[in-house]
């Protein structure tokens, strides 16, 4: 049953890695055709080019590949630990880039929300792979 779940983690890792490249991509090549700008409110332009498109100095859609690589390496290591760890920054990272973009800067970028919805997803499987552990040790002990 972990083997399922691991499966899982890396198809979302690829898609979670594909969403941020494509953040990059429209950041760095400013593509005529935006499919992700669909009017003032609907947009990737605040994290693309506003105020939430650098973390620390970094660009946030940089932050979020690199997160989604050690989940991808995580799940081929299968490191539920590390999944977890990962996951529970990235579930945190999303909240506070969707808090800036809706609270703050009121734009709701279409691409950050399937990134938010594949690590809430990658976070509870996460728990799921670390619970499904310690009850195996437990399980191998009696």
């Not at 332009?45 to 991808?72: K, M, Q, R």
């Not at 929300?113 to 792979?129: A, E, H, N, S």
């Amino acid at each position: 049953m972990k083997e399922k779940y691991f499966g899982w983690v890396k198809i979302l890792a690829f898609i979670g890695i594909g969403l941020a490249l494509f953040l990059l991509w429209e950041r760095y090549f400013r593509p005529s055709f935006q499919p992700c700008n669909i009017n003032e409110t609907v947009n990737c332009d605040a994290v693309i080019w506003g105020e939430v498109s650098n973390t620390l100095g970094i660009p946030t859609p940089l932050i979020g590949l690199i997160g989604y690589i050690f989940i991808l390496f995580g799940a081929f290591r299968k490191n539920a630990k590390l999944i977890l760890g990962m996951s529970a920054f990235g579930l945190a990272f999303c909240l506070y880039i969707a808090y800036r973009e809706l609270f703050q800067l009121r734009v709701v970028c279409p691409v950050c929300i399937l990134c938010q919805i594949d690590m809430i997803t990658v976070f509870i499987l996460g728990i799921i792979l670390t619970r499904n552990k310690t009850t195996s040790k437990v399980e191998q002990e009696e």
